[in-house]
């Protein structure tokens, strides 16, 4: 019940928000062993308290991605501690720094729908999830969802004149429904899912009329142009735009909202931070954020609180001068000692660096060995079978190049000993092996929508960008097996989300296996991934009836036994792929602060040094 008061009351209510930590709990890089200053849930923790000071009336939110991401959380899964009845680290974390309530993401799904389950046992806080379902229902209200859809918060907060009021909140959350296509393996026939947005107009004002006060939506979704599809993947725009919610957490996209380099969309106010007039906040990736929208509430003549003003903002860590949380070091300090250890463990060796640095340019062993481990496996488990007749090729993508997971989000393993959290690094997925049966005009078009990371390229013009940063790394395949050249000058055939957009387009030629040209009707067995096999990138020709059972072997597991026994040296000799030549003609490339020690590597490009960009990529000249 709310009890009126002076007409003028008015009542502070700041909500604090974290979005895809990734289980980075610690401000600790395991892969490159060692601690970080940008990341980490023990930094953020440091922004909450000092944002609770400030304010006599908060509530803190996560918006989910928070059980999968690093050595920490593939520990976890691995150490069988969720099937013993431990309490997870990151649900132990939360408890620790007293979590209103919380969604689920997509990466909250990757280790299966048990190991989720069995994770969220302890939490000391709701979690909510609207439309993730067990079963789906004629309309949203006869959904069966996996978990409560919403939950109705009740605090007493306090207004400016000190006089308490008892408001209730109520949160609803939302994972993006691609979770089916992106692992389908694990969920196929367990979970459904529904829209985001039509879930959301369809449950909302129920919220409102069981006495919500207020609706705060957990939004585990990018801010994109406005898509009212059901299957949008940046879906918070549309949901900005459903009557009755007051603020919306967004994340997913591991973007940093309000902010001043957030491109222009329409409905959405990068600086004031909001979308169509209602405040929105997205707190960047593995904790490098805390987001917080302050509310100024007011009651009506009926006495109805009303959202009278709203403000939000984007606390980075980075650069805050804070100390880590020993409240959080403590609550996870065993587990994080635990993985420590795990991924120092020495698992084989390597006879020549592998990294990423270059990946995008050039071939890069990195690449390679990825590539290599998925043939052995897949050659292994199709013996005796007709499909072992049929040339097996090999796809792997490039998961660490830099873009949005700033200047050291690079592979960098030096030759010598390798250990596990080495491997880790070369393949960050906890994807499983999956083989498609393809043709070769279906493997020329594969590499095409690949081809969309770049750029078109003029030719004659100097220091064009190479890259299009809003294409994800982790979509660009390339296929070992095949050697090509790239034709930058031409327009992409698909756009980033693999779109066809230019049928007429063509970037890859001289296609060649073997040595000889690709016979557009011959058939082949593609290695990749679990993800890839479901489509997931646009590619197409990745359909349920191509794929040849070979198991579901995690990757890393695959590649963890290839270092173990082949120890990688000389990969990838003569290249699988170039550009072709444009003379008169560069661009400008940016990769990592360690790439120095590489660069002969590119030395065909004839690379120049440029000024290192503000978020600190070094950036090169390359000549075509
Ligand atoms: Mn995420
Ligand atoms: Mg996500």
């Known amino acids: 019940m709310t009890r009126t008061s002076a007409p003028d009351a008015r009542l502070p209510l700041r909500l604090l928000a974290t979005s895809d930590v990734h289980v980075h709990l610690l401000n600790y890089d395991y892969y490159a062993d060692r601690p970080a200053d940008d990341m980490g849930l023990s930094l953020t923790a440091t922004l909450i308290a000092e944002a609770r000071q400030e304010s006599r009336n908060s509530l803190l939110f996560d918006n989910g991605d928070f059980l999968q991401g690093n050595p920490l959380g593939d520990y976890i899964v691995h150490s069988g501690a969720m099937r013993a009845g431990h309490v997870h680290p990151a649900i132990r974390a939360m408890n620790r720094l007293g979590y209103d309530a919380a969604t689920l993401g997509n990466h909250e799904f990757n280790y299966g729908l048990d190991q989720l389950l069995d994770s969220l046992q302890g939490a000391e806080f709701p979690i909510v999830s609207a439309n993730v379902l067990r079963r789906l229902g004629a309309t949203p209200a006869q959904d069966e969802t996996l978990l409560p859809p919403h939950v109705l918060l009740e605090r007493e907060l306090r207004d400016d004149a000190g006089q308490i009021h008892r408001l209730k909140i109520a949160v609803i959350g939302f994972a993006p429904p691609q979770i089916l296509q992106w692992d389908r393996m694990l969920l196929q026939g367990r979970i459904e899912t529904r829209g985001?947005?039509?879930?959301?107009?369809?449950?909302?004002?129920?919220?409102?009329?069981a006495g919500a006060d207020l609706v705060v939506a957990l939004s585990h979704s990018g801010i994109g142009a406005m898509d009212r599809d059901s299957w949008a993947e940046n879906?918070?725009?549309?949901?900005?735009?459903v009557p009755g919610i007051d603020a919306i957490i967004a994340g997913h996209s591991h973007r940093v909202f309000p902010a001043p380099t957030f491109e222009e969309i329409e409905g959405v106010d990068p600086m004031a931070g909001t979308i169509f007039g209602k405040p929105v906040v997205m707190p960047g990736f593995n904790g490098s954020h805390l987001g917080v929208i302050d509310l100024d509430l007011r009651q009506d003549a009926q006495g109805r609180w009303q959202v009278a003003a709203a403000k939000a903002a984007a606390r980075a860590v980075q650069g805050a001068g804070i100390q880590p949380s020993a409240a959080v070091e403590r609550a996870v300090c065993l587990e994080h000692d635990a993985t420590v250890a795990f991924a120092r463990r020495t698992v084989g060796e390597t006879m020549i660096p592998l990294h990423?640095?270059?990946?995008?340019?050039?071939?890069?062993?990195?690449?390679r060995v990825v590539a290599e481990a998925q043939v052995r496996h897949v050659r292994k488990q199709l013996q005796g079978r007709?499909?072992?007749?049929?040339?097996?090729?090999?796809?792997?993508?490039?998961?660490?190049?830099?873009g949005r997971g700033g200047p050291r989000n690079f592979v960098d393993i030096p030759a010598g000993p390798m250990a596990l959290r080495h491997v880790a690094d070369l393949y960050i997925f906890p994807n499983t092996i999956a083989a498609l049966r393809l043709t070769g005009a279906e493997l020329a078009d594969w590499l095409e929508n690949s081809m969309g990371i770049y750029r078109q390229i003029q030719p004659g013009l100097a220091d064009q960008p190479l890259i299009d940063p809003e294409f994800p790394s982790y979509n660009h395949d390339r296929i070992l097996g095949l050697t090509f050249d790239i034709d930058l000058a031409s327009p992409a055939r698909y756009d980033r989300f693999g779109v066809l957009r230019d049928p007429a387009a063509q970037r890859v030629h001289n296609l060649r296996h073997n040595g000889q040209p690709l016979d557009p009707a011959a058939e082949f067995i593609l290695a990749t991934n679990s993800y890839r096999a479901a489509g997931c990138g646009g590619y197409t020709a990745a359909r349920p009836e191509r794929i040849v059972d070979v198991g579901r072997a995690p990757i890393r597991d695959i590649l963890l036994g290839f270092v173990r026994d082949t120890a990688p040296v000389a990969l990838w000799q003569g290249g699988s792929f170039g550009f072709l030549p444009m003379p008169g003609t560069s661009v400008q490339f940016e990769t990592g602060r360690d790439a120095l020690p590489y660069l002969d590597e590119i030395a065909h490009f004839t690379p120049e040094p440029l000024c290192p960009t503000d978020d600190g990529f070094l950036s090169f000249r390359l000549h075509l």
């Open 196 to 209: 985001i947005l039509e879930t959301a107009e369809a449950l909302v004002p129920q919220l409102r009329a």
């Open 235 to 241: 879906a918070t725009t549309a949901l900005a735009t």
């Open 386 to 402: 007709p499909e072992a007749a049929l040339p097996l090729l090999s796809a792997a993508s490039p998961f660490k190049a830099g």
């Open 356 to 367: 990423s640095y270059f990946a995008l340019v050039n071939p890069a062993a990195a690449l």
